[in-house]
């Protein structure tokens, strides 16, 4: 199945969920209806028991995300040489650029050794050491490209926009056209995800040297850039989706309930439920406490977009809800 864009006219296909992206990743035009249903806390209410009363069928029109500017509310993407001096520079991991080259050069030297014995033993197939020149041939130049990718890799940090360099190309990303900026925390790593319009779509891993400051740093920037709008939707009345949870000035929706703010907790953990991919056991979740529950609502901080700016909301909603230091 696909949907048409109505800014780019080209067609967007459906997702393995049957569901439509929230922006065409040809234009970065919006896909989602403007009418998108948008739910007050006013209609949830608290029992005098305390728990907490199921949110009306609206809720099955999910509440509309943050808006993120348009381009034309975000003006044109500004030429490098306009944006002064950077804040800071990130690069390439130089200790893995170091071991891509260490192995490109031991299978050449395992390729430049299996060879040698070939030409030296005519009497033998040479079938199997060809295969096996073959396979570490391939082996090297892989390892060169990666070195060579990581040589030419580096990220800027201006007060107006991000910039990407690879190789010889440099691509402007003003902090206004971000739409989205994921993290996902494991116990032994973190790494991030940003998207914005056109179809931009970076990961922030170790290949960059220290690659969490650069993701802290655009998260402040992102921030920065979308509260204003946030507490404006807030303020009319909004409620505001990040992911399977909800946000807005009575309170936090978690499993289509509204739990008010008074009555709210959040804290970051471990999933300590019994899972069987050891990998998802070691990731972070946000649990959410709530009145009346045995259990709290876990959602994986990966799944969250936009994760600080949704803590930023609560910290100015409720900051009694968070941990000291979170």
Known sequence: MSAQCASCGRDVSHNHENRLPPWCPHCGGDLKPKEAAVLVGAQMSQSPSGSLDRAPSAWEARPAAPQVPTAEDAGPVPHLDDLGDPEAAFRGSGWRRLLAWGLALVCFGLVAAIGYGVLHQPDKNPAGGIGLMVLFAAGGFGCAYMALTLGGLSYLVYPRALVQRRGGQSTVIPWSHIREVTQTIHVLWKKYRIRARGGIDIQLTGDIKNHVTLGSKIEEKVVECLLPGALAQLDAGE????????????????????????????????????VNDPTHAKLMYLHVYTHGRAKSFKVEVGQIPNFCLLLELVRQNAPQCLPVGM
């Not at 409620?239 to 959040?266: C, D, K």
């Open 239 to 274: 409620t505001i989706q990040f992911g399977a949870l909800g946000v807005n000035r009575a309170g936090m929706y978690a499993e289509n309930e509204l739990s008010p703010w008074p009555h709210t907790a959040l804290s970051i953990g471990l999933q300590m439920d019994r």
